[in-house]
């Protein structure tokens, strides 16, 4: 009984990602920018400690900025959150609780909004279908919101260990879904099999199921932790975030780029974001905002953003 459950749940999320792929937004031109400015708390997103407030991404167009956030009101552990503003000038509303069934009572975190309503996200709850569900293991799930009926019952993305899916048995952290002229590519963290959380990619099949996701071995330091990237809506740009050791890194938790000419090639070195971003606490979880121009992330229990400017001719 739980096998045939499991293989109706894999097939809904295969149906569910194959429609999914068609929604994905087509890759940017490629701009250039002027350097990340520095850093300040979010106006309206954060409530005082010791709550933590993390994992902050826009949606593709602006509007509504999530985070994972264990203020009062949650269902249990850390939940997502959302908060609204009519356009990109206006400040943001007071965060809202997405509610069930996107929150469990378990920890449910690093949400990824996507076109057509859709949202990726990290959970540790409990179910046939998880690959090794509790504290610190947590899978990548999907979901989809209509005005009219809100949200839909999450499906599990499927595990690696049974060629249905993404997810190990170790945690998963940050999933981000990028389509190039390659193929529609998701993005993520985990343990894997291993000791080092590593970033990851794996290649959407046309059924909408994942191919095996491999280690982005450009962008892992060995016996470090590389956690949570998100990739630029073309593409060309990713950030993440890293303990590596290097000569620029300004302690801790750093957020690290990494930046490609075109979709077919490596990525560059990462390189550190210096002072503007990074100081000596914890930053973690950045996004950056579907035109390039804001980059969202968690600094020791608060979420910030820094903003960039459109280089003169780019």
Known sequence: MVSRVIR?????????????????AAPAAAKHFD??????????????????????????DGRSLFIASNRAGTLGGNDIWV????????????????????NSTAN????????????LFVSERTGPDTCNAGPGSGDIYLARHNPAHGWSTPVHLGCDADGTGPNFPGGEFG??????????YLYFSSFGYGADMDIYAARMRPDGSFEAAHPVAELNSVGTA???????????????????????????QDIYTATRSSTADPWSMPINLGPN?????????ASLSGDGHRLHFGRDGDVQ??????????
């Open 83 to 102: 908060a609204t503003r009519p356009n990109e000038s206006a400040p943001w509303s007071e965060p809202v609780n997405l509610g069930a069934p996107i």
């Open 8 to 24: 109706a749940h894999r097939r809904r999320a295969a149906v569910l990602l194959a429609t999914l792929a068609l929604a994905v």
């Open 175 to 184: 999933p981000s879904l990028v389509r190039t002229a390659q193929g529609t």
């Open 35 to 60: 350097a990340w400015g520095l850093a300040v708390p979010e106006t309206g997103i954060n409530v005082p400690a010791p709550v933590n407030d993390g994992c902050p991404i826009e949606s593709p």
């Open 277 to 285: 971003v990074n100081t000596a606490g914890n930053e973690t979880r």
């Open 305 to 314: 953003v820094s903003t960039r400017a459109t280089a003169t001719g780019g």
């Open 108 to 119: 449910d975190f690093c949400p990824t909004p996507l076109e057509g309503g859709w949202l």
């Open 226 to 252: 590389d956690f949570m990237p998100n990739v630029s809506r073309n593409g060309l740009e990713i950030v993440f975030n890293s303990n590596r050791p290097a000569a620029d890194a300004q302690g801790g």
